[in-house]
C-alpha cells in the first residue's frame, strides 16, 4: 500500500512553455501534498505543502504564480511551472501524508529540462 | 535555526557493517526518519523513530537519541545494492521534514 504516483517521469519542454505535473495517492487519502525539488547532488528543498481544498504554503523564495500548485481532491495535486526558464531544470519529486507524523510516501519524480 | 549534520560520503565492502550518524538542531520535534535514495530516483521509507532507542527492522537498525539530538541508521550484511544516499530527516514542530544533503554511501566488493 500508498503508493504515489507522478506523471510524467520525464518531460523536455521550451522556454516560455508551461508544464504540469501531477502526483495522486492511489491507495490512500492524501491530506496534505509535499512538492519538493532536488538539484543534482543536493538535498531536498521544499518548494510548497498543500492541504486538500485550501491554497498551498510556499516556502521563502518560491514564486507562487511560476509554480502553482492544486490540491483538489484527496487524492490528486499538481504542479504547473508556468514560463518555463532553463533554471526551472531539475528533479521535481512529490509526496503525500495521509495524518500528521506519518511518513510521506513519495512519488518517482518528474526531470523536467527545459530547453 | 534548524541543521542536519551527517557525513558527506562513506565507504564500506560488501558484507560488513556500516553506521550512519546524524544529528540534529530543529524547533520542535515529532519524530525522525530515515530514508534511502538512489541516484535519480525518489527517496524511499526505511525507519521513524519517536522515542528514544533502538528500532530494529531486518537488515536496517536506526537509534534516537532526543535529549542528544542524535540518531545513527544501521545496515548489516551490506549488499551492493545499498549503494545510495542515506538522508536523516527529523520532523519538527509544524510536522515538517527538514532535510540535509544526507550521506551518499559507496559499497565495494
Not at chain 2, 535529549?67 to 538522508?87: C, P, W
Amino acid at each position: 500500500g500508498a503508493v504515489v504516483s507522478q506523471h510524467p517521469s520525464r518531460v523536455i519542454c521550451k522556454s516560455g512553455t508551461s508544464v504540469k505535473i501531477e502526483c495522486r495517492s492511489l491507495d490512500f487519502q492524501a491530506t496534505t501534498m509535499f512538492w519538493y525539488r532536488q538539484f543534482p547532488k543536493k538535498s531536498l528543498m521544499l518548494m510548497a505543502t498543500s492541504n486538500e481544498g485550501s491554497k498551498a504554503t510556499y516556502e521563502q523564495g518560491v514564486e507562487k504564480d511560476k509554480f502553482l500548485i492544486n490540491h483538489a481532491s484527496l487524492t490528486l495535486s499538481t504542479l504547473t511551472v508556468t514560463s518555463a526558464h532553463p533554471e526551472d531544470s531539475s528533479f521535481y519529486i512529490c509526496s503525500a501524508r495521509e495524518r500528521e507524523a506519518d511518513e510521506q510516501y513519495f512519488g518517482p519524480g518528474t526531470r523536467l529540462t527545459v530547453t | 535555526g534548524q541543521n542536519i549534520d551527517q557525513p558527506t560520503e562513506m565507504t564500506a565492502t560488501e558484507g560488513a557493517i556500516v553506521q550512519i550518524n546524524c544529528t540534529y538542531q530543529t524547533s520542535g520535534f515529532n519524530g525522525l526518519f530515515w530514508y534511502q535514495q538512489h541516484a535519480g530516483e525518489a527517496p524511499t521509507f526505511l525507519s521513524y523513530n519517536v522515542l528514544d532507542g533502538l528500532e530494529e527492522k531486518g537488515r536496517f537498525s536506526s537509534f534516537l537519541s532526543r535529549s542528544k539530538g542524535y540518531s545513527y541508521l544501521l545496515l548489516k550484511e551490506l549488499q551492493m545494492k545499498d549503494s545510495a544516499s542515506y538522508l536523516c530527516a527529523p520532523l519538527d514542530s509544524n510536522y515538517q521534514l527538514i532535510w540535509g544533503a544526507g550521506t551518499k554511501l559507496i559499497i565495494k566488493p
